[in-house]
């Protein structure tokens, strides 16, 4: 059975209203809010008020849901989740967490969670509408102590960066994932769409750029721009980075005429090729992919210089790009990537764990302790503690390199579980003689020679380290010395992609990557070719044979 969470009791502070009880089509908010939860396939409901909790009875039917009352509201999100995780029933497999301010989602939606939680087991399921990611969320009971302890005002969102292998997202044509309402503007907006009974696709970019314009001062900007709402791209790298998720940012710094891209002009680009924000025409995207995709491959920033001068000598650190098809001037386009922290798994509480786990907290790794019993308060310097070695297979990703340091508690049982792992690195702390024996018993107990064979004993770098400060860092060397030597693309490949990579074809006039839907094509001896502008393309059908030699 799966629960939904219905979050209903924020101070509605940017509004100045109560939010559930403002009217949209002669119905509250929160009202359409639990007629698509109650039409879904969810098996209980639990709504959370806080401010003027009464008055919301009074006003909303709730009739067949648990209603509770979160006495903290004002101090965030998280004090709702977890009076609404402590309200569900005990048998809940589930917990969907539902905005009561998203007046649109679609009880399809809900069921199309719940259904790919069941068919493919994932722990965190979010929907995603185009590529951008939305609400509800559906996360799994085994996750629920570990949503018990985010604090501040964020929700379940917390979790995304401490399980990428374990999250799932579920593309759904339902633009309603993406709209909630938090400013009297965008409800007048939204209100004015649907009497004129406009589609939502098109309130999407107003009603997730408005927020962040207006915590910026810039409302009045907005307003006389509204025709062209930008997306605020440094609001979507830190949601990003909060994540753990890969991306790049790309900003124009400098420009000589003619360029549509102007300084500070900026993009961000995700591994799936998805660009949101704007640095210049098709011409330009199609250079900054390219280059975005190496940057994530090799995890170096690198300036972009697009140019139609072809005799600029190559300067050191710049990549150049000679536009056939750009419409002249020169700009140059900062590309900084921005990658996961990469993950540290202890297993152990030894002092040597201990050792490894601050050193790699200052190494800027998220540091996870793995131990029967193990506690946060026990282990301060770890990002996550993990208390269930059957758990341990799922805490490790392509760019997780592990330690077993139990000092022979546990050695067998920890990697019987992680030899065969994707991870990087998979080292034990023991001597020599009690490392043979070790390997031997995984050798009899099934585990694949190849795995055995991998397994690093004595684990780090011969320093001749006595201490357990000097094991960590013998350790914690050898495994700077594994990853830095690894392709960084195998552990992106790992992440699953936001959404489906597009797929691309070359510009035969200047080499560009172009999206096969564009409408820009010529048909020449049978083939279909594509074009990033109508320069190229116009250059083509004067002369196809020159450009196909």
Known sequence: MISAIVLAAGISSRMGELKPLLRLSGRPLLAHALESVRRSRVGHVVVVLGAEADRVRREIPLDGAT???????ADGMSTSLRVGLRSAPPDS?????????????????????????????AKILVPTFRGRRGNPVLVDRSLGAELERVRGDIGCRALFGHHPDELAEVPVEDPGILLDIDTPEQLARIREAVNRGEALESLVEKAISEPAAVRAGEASQRRRSASLPRPDVLSLALELRARNEPFVLATVVRATRPTSGKPGHRALVRPNRDIVGWVGGSCTDSAVLKESMAALE???????????????????????YYMECHSGGTMDIYLEPNLPRPKLLIVGESPIAEALSGMGRLLGYHVVLAAPKATRDAHPDADDVLDDLERLATAVGRDTSVVVATMGKYDETALRALASSPATYVGLVASRKRASVVLESLRKAGVAPDAVERIRSPAGLDLAAETPEEIALSILAEITQVRRTAPIVEALRAEPAPSPVRASSLDVVCGMEVDPQTPLTALHAGTTYYFCSEGCRARF?????????
Request: proline residues 7%; glycine residues 8%; aromatic residues 6%.
């Open 67 to 73: 209603v509770v009352v979160n006495p903290e509201y």
């Open 93 to 121: 497999e589930g917990y969907l967490i539902v905005l009561g301010d998203q007046p649109f989602v679609s009880p399809s939606t809900m069921n199309a969670l719940i259904e790919r939680r069941r068919r493919d087991g």
């Open 298 to 320: 090799d995890g170096r920033a690198r300036l972009l210089r697009l140019t139609r001068d072809p005799r600029r000598s190559q300067e050191e650190g710049v990549v150049e």
């Open 541 to 549: 059908l004067e002369s196809p044979d020159a450009f196909l030699r």
